[in-house]
């Protein structure tokens, strides 16, 4: 089991950027694919990138594709989420997920094991 903390979140105008970071604690993060997924008001929670346990692959849904980048550094047990270029229907809670070996492609919400709490990311237009 991993627990996971997620910050970064805000305020932030349309077009602009926003770092989300996920930090995680307990043992052998690096054997975890990690994922971000977020939630918007009235919305089901949504699938939006998802890296390797090794940091080789990445995936990422369409609606995101070119704009956000995830990454993560294992020496510090974080996964990062870079978002830029950012629009009004990206505003929603962003929550980082880990799966144990879990393969990169893995969208479903319901195949991860371990969560964060969320954070707000806002975009006004």
């Known amino acids: 089991q991993v627990q996971l903390v997620e910050s970064g979140g805000g305020l932030v105008q349309a077009g602009g950027s926003v770092r989300l970071s996920c930090a995680a604690s307990?043992?052998?993060?690096?054997?975890?694919?990690m994922a971000w997924f977020r939630q918007a008001p009235g919305k089901e929670r949504e699938f939006v990138a998802a890296?390797?346990?090794?940091?080789?692959?990445?995936y990422y849904v369409d609606s995101v594709k070119g704009r956000f980048t995830i990454s993560r550094d294992n020496a510090k047990s974080t996964v990062y989420l870079q978002m830029t270029t950012l629009k009004p229907e990206d505003t929603a809670v962003y929550y980082c997920?880990?799966?144990?070996?879990?393969?990169?492609?893995?969208?479903?919400?319901?195949?991860?094991?371990?969560w964060g709490q969320g954070t707000q990311v806002t975009v006004s237009s």
């Open positions: 307990g043992r052998s993060f690096n054997v975890y694919t």
């Open positions: 997920a880990a799966k144990r070996f879990g393969a990169v492609r893995t969208t479903e919400d319901t195949e991860y094991d371990n």
């Open positions: 890296i390797s346990w090794g940091g080789i692959s990445t």
